[in-house]
């Protein structure tokens, strides 16, 4: 049964904290409140509340063994939710909190199996998006928030994105503007000796081996087809995917620009609409199809903050095919990759 969803408007360079005031009560009281922070928008609910949980997973249609991430605003509310807390911890918190990391502990009774999908571990981050951190500090601070998208579309970045998921879900959505970064957080296990990547994301496998030392990325992310599973229950399943048929052309340049050309023109002939993700060095090169440029070639940020709302937007043009160009930037290129791989199902063209 629909519920009412009230969206609001908030700056984020001026806090309206009234408004904020009522969204924690929402949360106290086990309500739902979508809300922005620098990745993607989170689908907000009381982290120590295992019906708030239950709820996140019935809105969200998400396999309720599939962990959610519990969001914070200061190091002593870490230390009250997890057995113990590594010097690892520490050391990257001081780099990179608050920020774009979820780290992941061995947890304590505080936070119920519900929110953990039922692990004995916790993953944990604190945002830097003064908007998320001004709603967990009106909470009880703690909101565990995944992705504020139906499970299996692409994530939010921005709050008309939400809307389109979880309208009639939800009891609110919060609207501070579309988000800073466009990708999920970096996810980094610090259960075993050595910190494991379990989701790479705009914190990078060098910048966190830069202060850590030795990092492991967990084997199961880089084979496609394997049978290892992640160990991120999350990252098995195929995420961040359209609704049309995506592929991405692998190559040097100017041989994926022809491959695409000759793939629209055959799809085109069928009567079938076709989309195409280009850059801006590319874009004017495609003969057919609805062309959409996420960026320069080098602008990493762009592609980032762009990928999710292309795939969204093809979705709502209802095209029948997507192709899609390759990102491999130096820095968030592995994140990139990721996230554009699984919403292609691993279907890549290589010319
Ligand atoms: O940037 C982000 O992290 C966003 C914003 C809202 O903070 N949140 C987000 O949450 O991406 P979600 O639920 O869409 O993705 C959480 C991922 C899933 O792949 C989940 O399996 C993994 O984190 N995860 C959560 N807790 C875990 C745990 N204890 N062990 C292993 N993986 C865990
Ligand atoms: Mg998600």
């Given at each position: 049964m629909?519920?009412?969803?009230?969206?609001?408007?908030?700056?984020?360079?001026?806090?309206?904290?009234?408004?904020?005031?009522?969204?924690?009560?929402?949360?106290?009281?086990?309500?739902l409140v979508?809300?922005?922070?620098?990745?993607?928008?989170?689908l907000?609910?009381?982290?120590t509340?295992?019906?708030?949980?239950?709820?996140?997973?019935?809105?969200?249609?998400?396999?309720?063994?599939?962990?959610?991430?519990?969001?914070?605003t200061?190091?002593?509310?870490?230390?009250?939710?997890?057995?113990q807390?590594?010097?690892?911890?520490?050391?990257?918190?001081?780099?990179?909190w608050?920020g774009?990391?979820?780290?992941?502990?061995?947890?304590?009774?505080?936070?119920?199996?519900e929110?953990?999908?039922?692990?004995?571990?916790?993953?944990?981050?604190?945002?830097?998006?003064?908007?998320?951190?001004?709603?967990?500090?009106?909470?009880t601070?703690?909101?565990?928030?995944?992705?504020?998208?139906t499970?299996?579309?692409?994530?939010?970045?921005?709050?008309?994105?939400?809307a389109?998921?979880?309208?009639?879900?939800?009891?609110?959505?919060?609207?501070?503007?579309?988000?800073?970064?466009?990708?999920?957080?970096?996810?980094?296990?610090?259960?075993?000796?050595?910190?494991?990547?379990?989701?790479?994301?705009?914190?990078?496998?060098?910048?966190?081996?830069?202060?850590?030392?030795?990092?492991?990325?967990?084997?199961?992310?880089?084979?496609?087809?394997s049978?290892?599973?992640?160990?991120?229950?999350?990252m098995k399943?195929?995420?961040?995917?359209?609704k049309?048929?995506?592929?991405?052309?692998?190559?040097?340049?100017?041989?994926?620009?022809?491959?695409?050309?000759r793939?629209?023109?055959?799809l085109?002939?069928?009567?079938?609409?076709?989309?195409?993700?280009?850059?801006?060095?590319?874009k004017?090169?495609?003969?057919?199809?609805?062309?959409?440029?996420?960026?320069?070639?080098?602008?990493?940020e762009?592609?980032?903050?762009?990928?999710y709302?292309?795939?969204?937007?093809?979705?709502e043009?209802?095209?029948?095919?997507?192709?899609?160009?390759?990102?491999?930037?130096?820095?968030?290129?592995?994140?990139?990759m990721?996230?554009?791989?699984?919403?292609?199902?691993?279907?890549?063209?290589?010319?």
């Amino acid at each position: 049964m629909d519920i009412k969803t009230e969206m609001i408007k908030i700056n984020p360079q001026a806090i309206d904290h009234e408004a904020i005031a009522r969204a924690g009560e929402i949360l106290k009281k086990g309500g739902l409140v979508a809300f922005p922070t620098e990745t993607v928008y989170g689908l907000g609910g009381d982290a120590t509340n295992p019906d708030a949980s239950h709820k996140i997973y019935s809105a969200k249609g998400r396999p309720s063994d599939n962990p959610l991430i519990v969001h914070i605003t200061n190091m002593k509310a870490l230390e009250e939710i997890v057995a113990q807390a590594p010097q690892a911890a520490y050391t990257l918190a001081e780099r990179f909190w608050p920020g774009p990391l979820t780290m992941i502990f061995q947890k304590n009774d505080r936070i119920p199996y519900e929110t953990t999908g039922g692990m004995d571990t916790v993953a944990v981050r604190m945002p830097s998006d003064p908007i998320a951190r001004a709603l967990i500090d009106a909470s009880t601070g703690y909101i565990a928030a995944p992705s504020a998208n139906t499970s299996g579309r692409p994530s939010p970045t921005q709050a008309e994105h939400v809307a389109q998921d979880l309208t009639g879900k939800i009891d609110m959505i919060i609207d501070g503007g579309p988000v800073n970064i466009g990708l999920e957080s970096t996810i980094v296990d610090l259960t075993e000796d050595v910190p494991m990547i379990l989701r790479p994301g705009y914190i990078t496998l060098e910048m966190l081996q830069e202060v850590l030392g030795e990092v492991r990325v967990d084997p199961g992310l880089i084979a496609a087809d394997s049978d290892r599973k992640p160990k991120a229950p999350g990252m098995k399943y195929r995420h961040y995917a359209p609704k049309a048929d995506l592929k991405v052309v692998e190559g040097e340049t100017d041989a994926v620009v022809q491959k695409i050309n000759r793939l629209s023109e055959e799809l085109t002939a069928q009567k079938k609409s076709v989309g195409i993700i280009a850059t801006e060095e590319t874009k004017d090169q495609y003969r057919q199809g609805i062309v959409i440029s996420i960026g320069g070639r080098d602008d990493e940020e762009a592609i980032a903050r762009h990928l999710y709302g292309s795939l969204r937007q093809f979705d709502e043009l209802g095209v029948d095919a997507i192709f899609s160009e390759s990102f491999a930037t130096a820095g968030m290129g592995q994140a990139i990759m990721n996230r554009l791989l699984k919403a292609a199902g691993h279907q890549v063209l290589e010319v």
